[in-house]
């Protein structure tokens, strides 16, 4: 009787019931290993605060103050964002820099799509074709390229060379004002390489079986392409679309180098950046360089942002 007043054991934990000490273990064991990420990822985070966000901040507030970069600022409010309502050479190079963007990125998109049908088709070295486009994505914006640029465009250049020989007499082109900004749209269309491959893996994903369909329903090439490619490639469009208007936005070197930091003749290459980098530093206004640096940021946000509202309508995810 007293046994079965006694209490009785209580069952043992299961084995795979952490106890008090493994709890305690396991949690420092956590701890260290996110002492650990973040220890890796301090260099980005020193990287983001001194080099992007400090710098972005900085701009921010010597936008508001009259600032030559060598003395003192002072506090000017939104002076410096109303002046350049009345600055002829920044609507100049507004003007330039739209015309850049809406010209050069559709023509570099259609290029790189019709290569990558192209090579879509299984030709024979692929890789090697792939290389050799991509190439001028990655020097296209090197200063070595636009010297070049500027070799072969210029009076004596290798245009007019092979103009000469069909005896047509060619002009100085990136130092006539009808044409300068015409060669920096051709280099920028030149650098089709990066949306080019972002298209041939869009088209390997496109089943087959939707041409075989539509060729079994007597559709041809032109019909499959409006019909098939070109919907079920809208958001790879779309993304291109999105990175190469940011880019070119914020085109300089090319224009730096063609025109000899001037601007071109007549002002006709003078980029939004190119004027914004006279300001700041060939001016040292850098209080206004750094008020037309926001406003460049403004206007790129608000393409990107009416680009991401007018997807919904134009856009195919397959939903």
């Given at each position: 009787m007293s046994a079965l007043l006694q209490k009785k054991a209580p069952p043992p934990a299961p084995p795979d019931t952490p106890g008090p000490r493994s709890k305690r273990a396991?949690?420092?064991?956590?701890?260290?290993?996110?002492?650990t990420a973040?220890?890796?990822?301090?260099?980005?985070?020193?990287?983001?605060?001194?080099?992007?966000?400090?710098?972005?901040?900085?701009?921010?507030?010597?936008?508001?103050?009259?600032?030559?970069?060598?003395?003192?600022?002072?506090?000017?409010?939104?002076?410096?964002y109303q002046r350049m309502f009345g600055d002829e050479r920044l609507h100049s190079a507004l003007r330039v820099t739209f015309v850049y963007v809406f010209v050069s990125v559709p023509l570099q998109l259609a290029l790189a799509l019709a290569l990558a049908m192209v090579l879509d088709r299984g030709v024979r070295g692929l890789p090697l074709y792939r290389s050799v486009y991509y190439l001028p994505s990655l020097l296209g914006g090197s200063v070595a390229i636009?010297?070049?640029w500027r070799q072969i465009f210029g009076a004596e250049g290798l245009i007019n060379q092979v103009l000469g020989f069909f005896g047509v007499e060619g002009v100085g082109w990136v130092s006539h004002p009808d044409?300068?900004?015409?060669?920096?749209?051709?280099?920028?269309?030149?650098?089709?390489?990066?949306?080019?491959?972002?298209?041939?893996?869009?088209?390997?994903?496109v089943p087959t079986m939707y041409y075989e369909a539509a060729s079994v329903d007597g559709?041809?090439?032109v019909s499959k392409f409006w019909n098939i490619t070109v919907p079920?490639?809208?958001?790879?469009?779309?993304?291109?679309?999105v990175l190469q208007i940011i880019n070119a936005?914020?085109?300089?070197?090319?224009?730096?180098?063609?025109?000899?930091?001037?601007?071109?003749?007549?002002?006709?290459t003078l980029f939004y950046t190119l004027y914004l980098y006279q300001r700041g530093f060939g001016a040292f206004d850098m209080g206004y360089a750094s008020a037309m640096a926001w406003l460049l940021l403004m206007i790129i946000g608000g393409f990107t942002a009416v680009n991401f509202l007018a997807s919904k309508y134009w856009v195919f995810y397959g939903d």
């Open positions: 396991k949690g420092r064991r956590k701890n260290r290993e996110t002492l973040y220890g890796f990822l301090t260099p980005w985070f020193l990287g983001l605060f001194f080099i992007t966000a400090g710098p972005l901040l900085a701009s921010l507030y010597f936008s508001f103050t009259d600032y030559s970069l060598i003395g003192s600022h002072q506090w000017v409010g939104l002076e410096n636009a010297i070049l044409y300068a900004l015409g060669t920096l749209v051709v280099l920028n269309v030149w650098t089709f390489g990066a949306p080019m491959v972002i298209f041939l893996a869009g088209l390997r994903q559709a041809g090439p079920l490639l809208t958001p790879i469009i779309f993304f291109n679309l936005f914020q085109t300089f070197t090319q224009a730096f180098i063609v025109s000899g930091g001037t601007g071109g003749p007549s002002d006709s």
